[in-house]
């Protein structure tokens, strides 16, 4: 296990999470009303839904998961932070974010997506800072155990009911793409680094996969915490336990990195758990109990209400999450 590099008496202590989509959003909407530094490290490799099309139709790098995270941390009015998550329900624009289209607009005017999001830091008055791990223009990529090639990031998150696909043997990016300056600084610099939660192959491992990212991991003083998904995530974890999610994790980030892992000891609710019946997802069985060389904490994390999602949204969200309280305050225990 990685030293701990707690922080000098007087600061508040620097916590940087990696990862993207409503996981990120939890952990860094509990975390900020904590006295701490708080970054968020996000992916870049989103390429499905309103990110998608902006992406491929104005050469913007995406911006949904860079919006949630500034949502996350805005301490705004909820008007300003409701008008950043307004999806159009109808008209050309049906389907788009309000948020998405503000970030990749500013993108577009100011030529470059540093300076839209200290913009828009500013209209929402975030309590932290949102880092891009890559500039890079990139897609996500999967090889399956049976030689499929799946490219993009949606293609991967995206399966049809009942469709059978084999397990991911490895990811990879194409073309390759080298860490943003200020994501390595962000990590090196950290007193804790959260990991997750969030979906493993589509938002945790793109971020391993940036050159540069795995090494300030394994370089940094940081006590890293990985937060264990709640459900498995068909075509992607189908039937993993706990301990499977880390052995895949450990493929990118290397064996004996981490410190803590978090993991869930609260039961999902049944009528959420019968919507994930329909797509063969299941809670995340603990069987961490023989995983040596790190950490294991298990407090429940489950947010005991049933998310609803806007009918435009043609995406499969989670609606299962974890409760950003609990998260936060699990998370400051380990400082």
Request: charged share 25%; glycine share 8%; aromatic share 6%.
């Amino acid at each position: 296990m990685a030293n701990s590099n707690l922080p000098k008496k007087g600061k508040p202590p620097k916590i940087a999470v990696i990862g993207g989509g409503t996981g990120s959003f939890a952990a860094l909407s509990g975390l900020k009303k904590y006295p701490v530094s708080l970054s968020a490290i996000v992916t870049m490799m989103d390429s499905g839904g309103s990110s998608g099309k902006l992406r491929n139709e104005l050469g913007v790098l995406p911006p949904g998961d860079i919006r949630q995270c500034l949502i996350a941390l805005s301490t705004s009015s909820k008007l300003m932070r409701d008008l950043f998550s307004y999806r159009f329900e109808n008209g050309n624009l049906k389907g788009h974010n309000f948020g998405n289209l503000f970030l990749s607009t500013l993108e577009k005017t100011t030529g470059s997506i540093e300076k839209a999001i200290s913009e828009v830091g500013k209209i929402l008055r975030i309590n932290g800072q949102v880092v891009p791990v890559t500039f890079k223009k990139t897609d996500l990529c999967v090889e399956l155990v049976d030689g499929k090639i799946i490219i993009g990031e949606t293609h991967i998150d995206e399966v049809e009911k009942k469709v059978e696909r084999a397990r991911i043997k490895k990811a990879f990016l194409k073309p390759e793409a080298s860490a943003n300056p200020a994501a390595l600084k962000t990590i090196l610099d950290a007193d804790l680094i959260l990991i997750g939660p969030g979906d493993l192959y589509t938002s945790i491992i793109p971020n391993l996969l940036v050159k540069g990212v795995t090494s300030a991991l394994k370089k940094t003083k940081a006590k890293k915490v990985y937060a264990m998904n709640l459900m498995t995530k068909y075509g992607q974890t189908t039937h993993y336990t706990a301990l499977e999610h880390i052995f895949d994790l450990e493929k990118y980030i290397g064996k004996n990195v981490l410190d803590v892992v978090l993991i869930n000891s609260g039961t999902p609710n049944k009528k959420a758990l019968e919507w994930y019946d329909d797509f063969d997802e299941q809670p995340v069985k603990n069987d961490l109990k023989n995983l040596k060389n790190y950490s294991i904490v298990q407090t429940s994390l489950i947010k005991n209400i049933h998310f609803e999602k806007s009918t435009v949204d043609k995406l499969k969200r989670s609606i299962i999450r974890h409760d950003p309280d609990k998260l936060a305050s699990a998370v400051m225990e380990l400082l």
